[in-house]
């Protein structure tokens, strides 16, 4: 199974070094897993040490990590003191994103470091929304009602096919998001450093046009992740990898969260 995404065709290569050595993807009940390509009477089936990913195994491991990255928001929420706040999602920030960088780059699945990153993810999240349920009541619950909202109706849409992952929207979204990442950054260093106010996130039409945007960008990233899932699924990935998998998810339901937190806010005033 061909794949234009180059790290999942890397991957592919491992699956199929594992095949040609006398492993196939199986399904749960002996089956070939979604139609894959190689059936089960020209292989023997793969011993319990190397099981393919499944989207079952992906859906497990996200709602995982979901769950951990709650129980660190809250406790995070619930146990460092005020004035502790800014060191804390500041370092939960920084932890995310080393092991984030490191996660996306490294070509092993790493359980460990994937709990790490909800741990210190949940921690940030966890802060973040303080922070802003102390100026907005209720704003959490509605910022969370609508990523997961979101979250759904993409999913549908993906599963009905009326968004499909071509590769030009493939290369589209991750144009977009690549774009909306480099803006982000641009706008962080020229105010943190520079003390400039460039109107992307201070509640003005321009603030809430570039929100929009990156809840768009956001939203679809998802498809792509659905994509990977279903490519990885059919190239019989071995199961570890639907940690990766998880992980892609969990990064664009922050990601849409954060975006929603923040858009919301511009619509609530200042009490």
């Not at 960088?101 to 929304?129: C, D, T, W």
Request: charged share 15%; aromatic share 12%; glycine share 10%.
């Amino acid at each position: 199974m061909k794949t234009s995404n180059p790290v999942l065709a890397r991957l592919g290569q491992a699956a199929e070094r594992e095949r040609a050595a006398g492993y196939a993807p199986v399904g749960q009940y002996g089956q070939p897993e979604y139609g894959g390509p190689y059936p089960t009477t020209d292989y023997p089936a793969a011993p319990p040490t190397v099981q393919p990913m499944t989207v079952d195994d992906v859906v497990v491991k996200t709602v995982v990590m979901l769950g951990i990255l709650g129980i660190a928001a809250a406790g995070a929420w619930a146990l460092v003191p005020d004035s502790l706040t800014t060191v804390a999602w500041m370092g939960g920030a920084v932890v995310g994103l080393v092991l984030g960088l490191i996660i996306s780059f490294s070509r092993m699945a790493n359980p460990v470091l994937v709990v790490a990153y909800a741990i210190a993810e949940g921690v940030f999240v966890g802060m973040v929304s303080k922070a802003y349920e102390s100026f907005y009541d209720g704003i959490v619950l509605q910022a969370v009602t609508a990523t997961f909202g979101v979250f759904f109706l993409m999913a549908i849409l993906y599963k009905i096919r009326a968004i499909r992952a071509t590769p030009r929207f493939v290369r589209g979204v991750i144009a977009a998001m690549a774009g909306v990442f480099a803006v982000m950054l641009i706008n962080f260093v020229l105010g943190f450093f520079f003390d400039i106010n460039t109107g992307l996130r201070d509640g003005s039409p321009l603030a809430i046009g570039f929100s929009l945007v990156c809840i768009v960008v956001a939203s679809l990233s998802f498809i792509l992740s659905f994509h990977e899932v279903e490519e990885g699924v059919r190239m019989g990935l071995p199961r570890r990898y639907s940690w990766v998998a998880a992980f892609g998810i969990v990064v664009s339901l922050v990601w849409l969260y954060l975006e929603m937190l923040r858009l919301i806010s511009y619509f609530q005033g200042d009490d």
